[in-house]
């Protein structure tokens, strides 16, 4: 068994007061960020994710291991 290193972003944990309990995972905090900013755009109504949001949302990215 081999474990693998992901990064996770939930946004709960960038905006608890959303109330919303979309997750990613991916492989790269690059990849994570693009589709937190497509989740964004999508669910609520973010067109582009400004300078604080996205430092906002690479601090809310946490790195997990997982049994592969
Ligand atoms: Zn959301």
């Given amino acids: 068994m081999a474990s693998k290193q992901y ?3 939930g946004c709960l944990d960038v905006d608890a007061s959303a109330g919303c309990a979309f997750q990613v995972r991916a492989e790269t905090e690059t990849e994570v960020l693009q589709l937190g900013a497509m989740h964004a755009k999508q669910c609520h109504q973010m067109e582009s994710l400004s300078p604080e949001m996205t430092a906002k949302v690479k601090a809310a ?3 997990v291991t ?3």
């Fill in 7 to 9: 990064k996770q972003l």
């Fill in 61 to 63: 990215i946490k790195t």
């Fill in 66 to 68: 997982v049994n592969v």
